[in-house]
């Protein structure tokens, strides 16, 4: 409990820090994964109803620490492996308007969290560019992926993501002028992106 009230609180501080910043080098629609090579599919949460899917894009839009949207990236490598608590940059997608359903992106929240609960506080994405560094949910409207930049296979936090699921959801709605926005690592290696499904 104390460390993910510390992984939301750091969360909080990072984001807030580049309130609703917005994204350069890209139109302000949410950033989509090209050519994507689903690995495999299941579905999680307490009611089993968040599709949970592991993938690679052929074209995966990077983005740096300052949120500059880019076709490529020096993959870096980075100590250690586990992220969870890691500081990340808040961006967001303007205008308002074609967003995901709040409550919809809080049963995503709710399953991270009932799943970090019971038995599976950690997840793996795999290296940049091997096959599974993409890891998507999604329940009706809303979306959230976790993509690894990196060279290395990183390890991460349901509850951090889940925090970041309920964060950018309300965060990057409607009232701030924006659909969506993604949470980039001040290191660069991951961003969590949370926009609408079919965006
Ligand atoms: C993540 O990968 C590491 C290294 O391969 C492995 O030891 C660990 O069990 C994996 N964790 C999960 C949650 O799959």
Not at 12 to 34: I, M, R
Not at 123 to 150: P, R
Not at 152 to 163: E, F, Q, V
């Amino acid at each position: 409990m104390r460390s993910s009230m510390l992984a939301s609180l750091v969360v909080f501080l990072a984001s807030s820090a580049v309130n609703a910043a917005v994204l350069t080098g890209s139109s302000g629609a949410t950033l989509k994964c090209e050519n994507e090579v689903v690995v495999s599919e299941t579905f999680i949460g307490e009611e089993q109803n968040v599709k949970l899917t592991h993938s690679h894009c052929d074209d995966a839009p990077f983005v740096t620490a300052q949120g500059n949207v880019v076709s490529s990236l020096t993959k870096r490598q980075g100590d250690p492996s586990n992220v969870c608590g890691a500081q990340c940059n808040t961006f967001c997608f303007n205008p308002a308007g074609g967003g995901p359903n709040e409550d919809d992106c809080a049963v995503i929240a709710n399953a991270l969290l009932f799943d970090s609960q019971n038995g599976k506080p950690l997840f793996n994405a795999t290296a940049s560019g091997t096959g599974t560094e993409k890891v998507t949910m999604q329940f009706h409207s809303c979306t959230t992926y976790f993509l690894n930049q990196a060279s290395t296979d990183l390890t991460y936090c349901r509850s951090d993501w889940s925090s970041l699921v309920t964060w950018l959801a309300s965060d990057c709605n409607a009232a701030n002028n924006a659909h969506g926005g993604l949470c980039v690592a001040a290191d660069q290696r991951w961003y969590v992106q949370v926009q609408h499904s079919d965006s």
